[in-house]
C-alpha cells in the first residue's frame, strides 16, 4: 500500500523567472564535452585517443576502480581534445559532433524477459549504468550490490527547477520500459513520488510504488523521500535515479540507442525568454543561452539549480546530471549598511527587520550575494525549521567538521546528501558550506568505511 509524504519543515524559495512551459530545439552545439570532475569519485581510464571517430553511444572511458562501469559518448563525431590538469588528472573530454548523430545499436531489449544479471549488463555496455546513484555517499551505484529499494523523484521543488510534468510528457512507453527493467534489480519497492496534485506521466506506472507529496521545498529531493519512506540503516544500500535519465534507459531498451537527450528548463530572472530547450547531455551552454538572450552582462550562469548548481561561463558544457541552467544577477555590489537597515526585497527565515514573511507568494529578484561573510557556527535554531529529515543537521555538520566517524554513523550520515543541506546553507547566519562539508564528510566515511 502506497504510503503518501507531507512534510512541514522546508521553505519555498519563489523567484522571478520561471520558465515558460514552451518547447525549442536548441542550435546545434558545436562541441560536447564530459567533465570527470561530475562524477564524484570516478577516476576515468580512457577507451580511446585523440582524433577518434566516434558513434554516439560508443564507450570513452570507464572507472579505473570497476571497469565494467563506462561511460559513453552522446553523440557522434571526432574526440578533438582530452584536457589534463595537475598529475595527468584527466579534466574534460571534448567531442566535435556531426551535424547528425549516428547511433551505435545495443539491439531492442524487452525487460519483461530479462533477467536482473542481463539487465545490469545491457546497461552497462551501453553506458547508461551511470545514471544509476546510490546511497550510503551519494555515488555511482555499485553494480555488484543489491539496493534494497529504488528511489525516483517525479517532481522538482526547487527555486526555478524543471517541470517534470510537463517534460516527461509522452514519454510513458520509455518510463515504463525504464521502470520495468529497474524493478528486477531490486528485492524490494520502486518508489516513484509525485505531486501531490500533479499531472504526471509517472502515476499510472506499473512494477513501481507511488507515492505523493506536497510542493514544499525540499520534498522533490529524493533525499527527504528516502528518509520518509525507507531510510538508509548501517550495511544498506539504495539506488536513486533521475526521472530524465528514466527516458534514456527506456530508449535504449526499446530503439537499442543510447540516446543521452536533455531537456533543460533555461531560467532567472537575467534571461529575456525564460523556457525549455530540448539539446543532449553535455551541450554548450551558450547555443541555448544566447539564443534566449541576456538582460544583463553581470551576470552569473548556474548549470543546475541555484541551490546546489555550478557557475560556469557561457562557453562551457552542461553538467553530466544537470536539467537546469539558471541566470541570476551577480551579486558583487556592497550593501552600504544592509546588516542594520530593514530588508523587504529578500528573502528570510527571520523577522528581524525583515518583511518577507508578510507576502509568502511575492517572487523575489535575487543575485548571489551572500549578503554576509564567514563566522564561526552560530546556534540559532533555524536550521531545523527547513530540514524536514529525522536527523540533526547542527551535529552531524559538526561531526563532519572534526572528522568524527562514530558521530557521523550515528547522526545519519548514511543516507544524506549535499543537496539535503541546500536550504540549511541558504538560511545559514554564519554562511557555512554546508554542501561542502557534507560532500567532505561521505568521501571521508567511503575511504575509511567503504
Known sequence: MSKDIKIKKGLAIRLKGEADKTLSNAPRSRTFAIRPSDLHLITPKLAVREGARLQAGDTLFFSKDNEAIKFSSPVSGTLTEIERGAKRVITKITIEGDQQDVFRDFGVKTPSSMDAAAIKSHLLAAGCWPFIMQRPYAVIANPELMPKAIFVSGLNTGPLATDLDFVLQGKEKELQAALSALAKLTEGSVHVTI????????????????????????????????????????????????????????????????????????????????????????????????????????????????????????????????????????????????????????????????????????KFDLNTNTNGEHRAFVVTGGYEEVFPLDIFPLQILKACLVKDLDAMEALGMYEVAPEDFALTEFVCVSKQPHQQIIRQGLDLMYKEIG
Open 195 to 362: 505531486g501531490k496534485n500533479s499531472n504526471s506521466p509517472l502515476a499510472g506506472m506499473n512494477d513501481v510504488t507511488i507515492h505523493k507529496t506536497n510542493n514544499l521545498h525540499p520534498a522533490g529531493n529524493v533525499g527527504t523521500q528516502i528518509n520518509k519512506l525507507d531510510p538508509v540503516n548501517k550495511g544498506e544500500v539504495v539506488w536513486t535515479i533521475g526521472a530524465q535519465d528514466l527516458v534514456v534507459i527506456g530508449e535504449l531498451f526499446l530503439t537499442g540507442k543510447y540516446n543521452a537527450e536533455r531537456v533543460i528548463a533555461l531560467a532567472g530572472s537575467s534571461v529575456k525568454t525564460a523556457k525549455y530547450y530540448r539539446t543532449r547531455l553535455g551541450s554548450e551552454v551558450a547555443t541555448f543561452v544566447y539564443d534566449s538572450g541576456l538582460t544583463d552582462e553581470n551576470v552569473r550562469i548556474i548549470s543546475g539549480g541555484v541551490l546546489s548548481g555550478t557557475a560556469i561561463s557561457p562557453k562551457q558544457h552542461l553538467g553530466f546530471y544537470d536539467t537546469a541552467v539558471t541566470v541570476i544577477p551577480e551579486g558583487d555590489d556592497y550593501d552600504l549598511f544592509g546588516w542594520a537597515k530593514p530588508v523587504a526585497n529578500k528573502i528570510s527565515t527571520s523577522r528581524a527587520l525583515t518583511f518577507s514573511w508578510m507576502t509568502p507568494k511575492k
